[in-house]
């Protein structure tokens, strides 16, 4: 194994001080964000050409991804302070320290993540077909 791909075999709570701080930086982002997002939103008159609904439509979907963004890294936080963080909400076992790195908000193992549906429910399902897009869709690499 080479040193660019080695696993990190120290225990979760040695990656928390990292973690935290990472999720704390992406919720000072997401907050700043929203707080640009929902200015635009208020600035924003009633849209008289299609650019102008298509820019609204897209800002209001940003906002509700940044507000959704936002809501996951408060759930990592909470989870990290009542000890919860770094278990698979599907099988329970531990989340690999280099994919929490990778994804700090990440709830699932790549196993289940791959079982999620496209839509990002938070639910997985039992086949191993999706139902819509592909896991490379969601940011997981598709199973060979």
């Known amino acids: ?16 001080p990292a973690l935290r701080a990472t999720l704390h930086q992406q919720r000072r ?3 700043q964000q929203l707080a640009e997002l929902d200015a635009e939103i208020d600035r924003a008159t009633a ?3 299609a650019a102008d609904t298509a820019r609204h439509e897209v800002t209001n979907k940003l ?16 989870l990290i ?5 770094g278990h698979c909400r599907g ?3 531990e989340i690999p320290i ?13 196993n289940c993540q791959q079982r999620l549906p496209a839509s990002g429910s938070s639910r997985p399902i039992r086949t191993s077909t999706f139902e819509s897009g592909s896991a490379g869709d969601r940011g997981v690499p598709p199973r060979e």
């Open 1 to 16: 194994m080479t040193h660019a791909h080695r696993v990190s075999r120290a225990p979760l709570t040695d990656h928390l």
């Open 98 to 110: 280099h994919l929490l790195q990778t994804i700090p908000t990440t709830q699932w193992c790549l």
């Open 47 to 49: 849209p008289t050409h």
């Open 91 to 93: 099988c329970h076992t």
């Open 81 to 85: 302070t009542t000890g919860r963080y």
């Open 63 to 78: 906002a509700v991804a940044a507000r959704q963004a936002l809501a996951d890294v408060d759930e990592t936080l909470t």
């Open 29 to 31: 982002f997401r907050l």
